[in-house]
């Protein structure tokens, strides 16, 4: 079994490139593979294998000269480094088109994170519930904070409710936001933000589209 110890500090990039690893360590893991080189990781991420072999090791994870990585300690490893081992409770806020579409998304308690309600304000979905999950007017979540150990909150609300929303949350406790909204949401420095915007990373696809465009007209 690999030993290792968690580092408080891991650079930002690393953090985001870690769960591709994992995910193709499933693959393998699938495939019957037992071992993996910094290399074949590098054929399937298109990630430089010097880059990946620095990343495994910020998290104190070598491989064995002309063997590679275990894929079971692999996984081992970078499930609970990334805290995918352990349940976090959520509560969703907006229970629209998007709200609705995480709720019903399976994937995320395999990861880690369990959404155990949501709220929102319209009378339509208010006292109802998706895949199993009960809406509560957004007036209870006072109450509901109460009852739930919960310090996450996936935000999907409207722009315009947006840090309306985020404020009522901060108030009652939540530490976490994991912000769907394209509204960078203003919160004190002791609250953690990340912000997912599905428009930023369809423009930057268009962009790149139109770039590529652009150099076919040009041969």
């Avoid at 294998?49 to 070598?62: H, P, Y």
């Avoid at 304000?121 to 006292?127: L, M």
């Avoid at 909204?181 to 997912?196: A, D, F, G, K, S």
Wanted: with cysteine.
């Amino acid at each position: 079994m690999i030993n290792h110890v968690k580092i408080d500090k891991v650079p930002e990039p690393t953090l985001r490139r870690l769960p591709w690893y994992l995910s193709v360590c499933r693959l393998l893991k699938q495939r019957g593979e037992q071992f993996v080189s910094s290399t074949g990781l590098s054929k399937e991420t298109n990630i430089v294998a010097s880059q990946i072999a620095k990343d495994l090791s910020c998290v104190n994870i070598v491989g064995r000269t002309r063997v590679g990585y275990d894929i079971d300690n692999l996984l081992e490893v970078l499930e609970d480094f990334l805290g995918f081992t352990r349940i976090h409770k959520a509560f969703l806020f907006g229970a629209g088109r998007l709200g609705s579409a995480l709720l019903n998304d399976t994937g995320l308690k395999q990861f880690g994170l369990e959404v155990v309600a949501a709220f929102d304000t319209n009378p339509k979905v208010v006292g109802h519930s998706v895949a199993g999950i009960p809406v509560y007017h957004i007036n209870e979540l006072e109450d509901k904070m109460k009852r739930h150990n919960v310090k996450i909150g996936v935000l999907t609300v409207p722009i315009d409710r947006a840090q309306e929303v985020a404020d009522k949350m901060v108030v009652w406790g939540i530490k976490g936001i994991w912000n769907f909204t394209p509204l960078r949401i203003r919160v004190p420095e002791n609250i953690v933000v990340q912000n997912t915007s599905l428009y930023a990373h369809l423009s930057l696809m268009f962009n790149r589209l139109e770039g590529l465009d652009c150099e076919m007209e040009k041969k």
